[in-house]
């Protein structure tokens, strides 16, 4: 069959993707085209090429940020930024892969989903990406005639923030250590000193080589009309022709001899702790069985607590957490990396055979229900497809890549079917099957590399004199003439990234109109029934199958000195074992018959009361077929813990500590939000102690006492136990359809006969604390997280819809303008809590403080003085209504449902809301300003970041506090 330029060359129907696969080609140009046709309303497209790169400066990057910037029939600075303030997108994004470069947009609306489509082909096919534009998003020399040069670009700035993760080091170090041979051996992000090597022509060229339909594959997904997909490509690819084009991604030689690599990472000066990877070259990831299979065995040796690898490492003693990505599967060749965090750097090898011990031990035998609880696993994540917030059709491109990209079959990776039923049955008939893999992949398999990561306490000051010693001799180099180009550079460029873009440009690019938007909101459905006295929100939504069901169990009268010890409560009812299982039988039951059974604390303010709303949710998955076996564990993990586990609770607190640490530096808006949001609203503060700064400094003193203070922390967790096992004031919540629900009711009332009927009465102490109005986080990082906040409702601000646009519009236009593009910072938050009037501004992996805080003392000038045309009030409300709208999968409409319910957000305030968004206008803004400006007087500020942020600090009398 041939229509619109493109030979239909396969056409499969498959019940994995619920609908009918069809595979093209393009005549003219011999792009590919996968188009997958079903009911998902969540319509997604995608085009990727292959972007090999040849070093390490980071072009595929830079090229994946720069073509966002612009292009022919768009020319405005950033028509994604566009596309962002004013569309119903579920999706809108690029990824750069070691090989390959991907832009994906998916929207439930059609009109949207082709307005982003036309958008993102006219921005890879034919981008506008001027010197300035590299300059910008790749790197330049910021030279002034009377201030210190430095070195800004979006990426540069991006990647310093990643070399500063040693986690992410590790990661990337571990990835590079498998591929010594080829281009996976090379960082496709950029290597913060190699970026610096990179020229604007090699990054011309670059586009010029790999950008071309003949490179390029496409995907839709979805229930759009196929014609209109072909049609819409074909016009596209008309002005090209075929190219030769060499693209092609080489396999990795095995090695027959194991290899140890040591690598330094940034720390501070008391760090000693070192990491370690033992990493494996496995086989091709087109070879799809043994895939799967691999996966499995992921979840035998790692996937629970009680897992024989992960267990063995943990209790080792050697280290603190668990490291390395476990099964990569999105490569050529897929590896496997697992190891230690927070080990002494001498005791690598006995880490090493910690792990080959274990493993051998495994090849002789692995535990039935081990393998059961692996396979359960895999089966219900597939058969669930629950990609979260991710697109399905989204998750389903980046997994048929995984062989197309080298030219394999794209539908292998989709048909699960025929592999899982091929491995049951070998499974059934007694093959020895894991222990076969563990034999062949990992201890027979000579094509490994260990990566030890050792703390260097010098290597980020190092860095930054290296930078400045490198922009001096640079600057020494240039005459007179060629500094005053220099500065004349910046200045030029400075003016570009400040001149608006032409109406006419802006006009261009196309968006809904009010009118295209559905007047009201879509209600979740809710209906409260009751089990004794207990309320049960049900929820009737097409889950295919699975109940999904919590308990939400009020903290109520948790004294705030327990409250740091809830998240490890939380896990200890699932990960510690009970009275009739230890931890990992426990471990293994769950994942044999559910799909997850988990408990953590949430908090949060709501409309009816002044105090915080302080829940412990347990909530698990299951099929319907395992519903009792699902209740059976909920009971027992809630009525029979067993607490008299020290080494256990050990373990767990020293992950926790780990994790959080190790999270401080990717993740420091975070930690920034959250200290400021402490001091505001109790329920914010509670949030702080049991996630935040805060939680870590009582991580800390638990864990240096711990063995003397066993006794005492076991009567906390007692403590606890008896103060949360009730049914006063718990609320039930569950999504499936009716016939289901019937049954889970029956159980429920059954399990909730056991628990205690009383409600102990609330604690008293709970007070937000007296922190300083300004504090500085230090730790080791090239990269700072800069925030302010203020108390809006302190302020006599009302809550009105219009406040979700002017501040969506604020962060997209005023944020993103002075923060990232000529700040140079990764990105830049804004966000409004209505049920607590907190307002928070955030920068993420920032270059700079004082002038990103000026940024953000500067907005209520910013709205004030604001011009917007109707064009650009109407993109500012349709994002607003496209946040509103976000696209859920059922388990996560049910969780939003009861949210609301507990909240006090009724389907009566969102509907206000919705017409408040939609009648929002100009006045708004500028009355808007006001607020802002209060806000600003009363304001208080945090900030993680390394040196600069002390010195910074230090100036400005800041609290101080180092944190790692
Ligand atoms: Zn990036």
Redesign the pocket.
């Known amino acids: 069959m041939q229509t619109h330029g493109f030979t239909l060359i396969r056409e499969e129907a498959a019940q994995e993707i619920g609908g009918t696969a069809r595979l093209w080609h393009h005549a003219a140009t011999g792009a590919q085209l996968l188009s997958i046709r079903n009911q998902d309303e969540n319509k997604c497209f995608g085009v990727c090429f292959r972007t090999p790169p040849a070093d390490s400066s980071g072009v595929a ?1 830079i090229l994946e ?1 720069s073509v966002l910037c612009g292009s022919e029939r768009f020319p405005t600075r950033e028509p994604f930024v566009e596309l962002l303030k004013g569309s119903l997108q579920t999706f809108l994004n690029a990824f750069t892969f070691p090989d390959k470069t991907c832009y994906p947009v998916a929207s439930a609306n059609l009109q949207d989903f082709y307005n982003l489509i036309d958008v993102y082909l006219d921005a890879v096919f034919h981008p506008r990406i001027t010197e300035d534009i590299f300059r910008q998003e790749g790197w330049h020399v910021s030279a002034d005639s009377d201030a210190p040069w430095v070195y800004k670009g979006v ?1 540069y700035n ?1 990647m310093k923030g990643v070399y500063s993760s040693p986690e992410s080091v590790l990661g990337e170090q571990s990835q590079q250590a498998v591929f010594p041979d080829m281009l996976y051996s090379l960082d496709s992000g950029g290597e913060p000193e190699s970026i610096l090597q990179l020229s604007y022509e090699a990054f011309t060229n670059f586009h010029a080589r790999y950008y071309h339909p003949s490179n390029a594959r496409f995907f839709f997904w979805g229930d759009d009309p196929e014609e209109d997909r072909l049609k819409r490509l074909d016009s596209e690819l008309a002005r090209f022709s075929t190219s030769p084009m060499d693209s092609h991604i080489p396999l990795q030689p095995r090695r027959d001899c194991p290899r140890l690599i040591e690598h330094a990472y940034a720390a501070g000066a008391d760090e000693t702790r070192a990491m370690i990877t033992v990493n494996w070259l496995l086989c091709e990831s087109n070879r799809t069985e043994e895939a799967l299979a691999l996966e499995m065995l992921e979840h035998i040796l790692l996937g629970l607590p009680g897992s024989p690898l992960r267990r063995a490492l943990i209790e080792s003693g050697l280290g603190e957490d668990i490291a390395g990505a476990g099964l990569e599967t999105d490569l050529q060749q897929m590896y496997f990396s697992v190891g230690l965090k927070g080990i002494d750097a001498g005791a690598y090898a006995e880490v090493e055979k910690c792990i080959f011990d274990t493993l051998a031990e495994l090849a002789g035998g692995i535990a039935a229900d081990a393998v059961e609880a692996a396979v359960n696993s895999a089966e219900f994540a597939l058969r669930e497809n629950n990609s979260g917030r991710f697109p399905r059709g989204l998750a389903a491109m980046v997994r048929s890549l995984s062989t197309w990209l080298y030219d394999g079959d794209p539908l292998a990776p989709l048909r699960y079917e025929a592999p899982l039923a091929s491995i049951k049955n070998r499974l059934a008939a007694g093959e020895k099957f894991f222990e076969t893999l563990i034999k062949t992949w990992l201890l027979d398999n000579t094509h490994r590399a260990s990566v030890l990561l050792t703390p260097d306490a010098g290597m980020a000051q190092r860095r930054e004199d290296a930078e400045s010693a490198r922009l001096q001799a640079f600057r020494d180099r240039c005459t007179e003439e060629e500094q005053l180009g220099l500065i004349d550079e910046t200045r030029k460029l400075h003016t570009l990234q400040t001149t608006p873009d032409r109406p006419e440009a802006l006009a261009a690019i196309p968006h809904l109109q009010l009118a295209d938007l559905p007047k009201h909101n879509t209600p979740i459905p809710l209906e409260e029934r009751r089990i004794a006295a207990m309320p049960l929100l049900f929820h009737d939504l097409d889950t295919s199958g699975i109940v999904y069901f919590e308990i939400l169990l009020p903290l109520t009268a948790v004294p705030q000195r327990l409250i740091a010890l809830v998240p490890l409560f939380a896990r200890a009812l699932t990960e510690m074992g009970t009275q009739q299982r230890d931890f990992a039988k426990l471990g293994m039951d769950i994942a044999a018959k559910t799909g997850g059974l988990d408990a953590h604390p949430f908090f949060s303010a709501g409309l009816k009361q002044q105090g915080a709303l302080a829940f412990l949710s347990l909530h698990g998955k299951a099929t319907a077929d395992k519903v009792d076996d699902l209740f059976a564990l909920m009971v027992e993990v809630l009525l029979q813990p067993d607490f008299n586990q020290p080494e256990r609770f050990a373990q767990m607190l020293l992950e926790e500590k780990a994790r959080l640490e190790h999270s401080l530096v990717p993740a420091g808006h975070g930690l920034v939000s959250a200290r400021l949001r402490a001091r505001y609203h109790v329920s914010a503060w509670l949030a702080e102690l049991s996630g935040g700064v805060t939680y870590l400094d009582s991580l800390r003193a638990r864990a240096a006492k711990l063995e003397t203070a066993w006794d005492a922390c076991r009567q906390d967790l007692l403590d606890l136990h008896g103060l949360l096992a009730q049914c006063g004031g718990a609320v039930l919540n569950l999504t499936c359809r009716p016939e289901l629900a019937a049954r889970v009711e029956v159980l429920a009332k059954t399990l909730f006969s056991g628990l205690p009927q009383q409600t102990p009465a609330p604690a008293d102490d709970w007070l937000c604390p007296d922190l300083s109005a300004a504090e500085a986080l230090c730790v080791p990082a090239q990269v700072n997280y800069v925030g302010t906040a203020a108390n809006l409702f302190a302020l006599d601000y009302h809550y009105h819809g219009s406040v979700n646009v002017i501040l969506r519009h604020l962060r997209m236009a005023y944020l993103w303008e002075r923060v990232r593009v000529q700040g140079g910072a990764y990105g830049a938050f804004c966000t409004f809590d209505r049920l607590s009037g907190i307002l928070t501004l955030l920068s993420y992996r920032d270059p700079n403080i004082a002038r990103t805080l000026d940024a953000f003392n500067g907005a209520a000038e910013y709205l004030r003085t604001l011009q917007l045309d109707k064009r650009e009030l109407t993109r500012a409300i349709v994002g607003a209504i496209g946040d509103v709208d976000a696209y859920m999968l059922p388990d996560a409409k049910g969780s939003a449902s009861l949210m609301r319910w507990l909240t006090g957000i009724t389907d009566e305030l969102r509907e206000q809301m919705r017409e408040e968004i939609l009648g929002t206008r100009l006045q708004d803004f500028h009355a808007f300003a006001e607020v802002l400006d209060k806000a600003r007087h009363n304001a208080h500020y945090c900030a993680l970041g390394g040196n600069q942020l002390e010195e910074y600090a230090r100036g400005q009398d800041w609290k101080i506090t180092k944190i790692l």
Do not use: A, Q, T
């Open positions: 990057h940020h990426v991006e």
